[in-house]
């Protein structure tokens, strides 16, 4: 099965207006046949960015999403708000919402459940602590964060689910997983979407690798079997360094 690589990067809450313009103007140069790539600028920029890469083949998603339609929630973004601007990808459950703004199993499948119902793609993170990692619990997060967070979806539902492994130690840390630790684990998670969908959408189903990857190590991550590609945060602030690694998920 040939699955298709995706390099998204995730720019969390960095670059202005006139900072995003920039980058996106330098990243217009980026072509990949064989990548999709995606970027993930804040919320004020998604509808200049999308905007201004109509032409493009890069898709512009976002970092989250609120998980009711409309209504009293100050400070929030609905999917439905997104479609309308033409955004058609979030990412749901990253470490640092998880971490910071007390996002639980239960809000990310809400959130899940909001994006599936309003036809979006869904790039959903799961990731363990370092602590998980030395307590050989590893495994056993994983499998509680993709069953109360996406399992619950329907076959034709979970279709729309990328996924994104990022252990959390490894974020913005320097600290890359090494190879034996990323395949052994995108092969435990495919596993487990295989028990519970079967087959073919496990083969389907394109799980990104997520921390710390930069030029110098993306060539020999992405050519594990188990990752179809990368969420990359701190180096996709720079254009070389993405353009780079969306190049070494082309084949190099
Ligand atoms: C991320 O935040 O999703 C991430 C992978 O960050 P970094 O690449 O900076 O480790």
Redesign the pocket.
């Known amino acids: 099965m040939k699955r298709k690589k995706i390099v998204a990067g995730?720019w969390?809450m960095n670059m202005n207006l006139v900072e995003s313009k920039n980058l996106i103007s330098d990243l217009k140069e980026i072509s990949a046949e064989n990548v999709d790539v995606k970027i993930a600028p804040s919320f004020t920029n998604l509808y200049m960015a999308n905007s201004s890469l109509e032409s493009s083949k890069i898709e512009v998603v976002s970092q989250d999403i609120h998980h009711e339609q409309k209504g009293a929630y100050t400070g929030e973004i609905s999917a439905e708000m997104l479609l309308s601007i033409g955004i058609e990808t979030s990412i749901i459950g990253?470490?640092?919402r998880r971490k910071y703004f007390n996002e639980t199993d239960l809000i990310l499948s809400k959130k899940v459940n909001s994006a599936v119902q309003n036809s979006m793609k869904i790039i959903f993170?799961i990731g363990e602590e370092l602590s998980d990692r030395n307590n050989s619990n590893h495994f056993e997060i994983i499998k509680s964060q993709l069953t109360n967070g996406v399992f619950h979806l329907e076959s034709k539902e979970f279709k729309s689910v990328v996924i994104?492994y990022?252990p959390v130690w490894?974020?913005?840390?320097g600290m890359t997983a090494n190879s034996h630790q990323i395949q052994e684990m995108h092969e435990f998670i495919r596993n487990l979407i295989k028990s519970n969908y079967g087959v073919e959408i496990s083969e389907n189903v394109q799980i990104l690798y997520?921390?710390?990857?930069k030029p110098t190590n993306a060539e020999e991550i992405f050519s594990l079997k188990d990752v179809d590609g990368?969420?990359?945060?701190?180096?996709?602030l720079n254009s070389s360094d993405f353009s780079n690694i969306v190049k070494a998920a082309n084949g190099g």
């Open positions: 995730n969390k990253h470490s640092e993170c994104a990022e490894a974020i913005g840390t997520g921390g710390s990857v990368g969420l990359i945060g701190g180096a996709s």
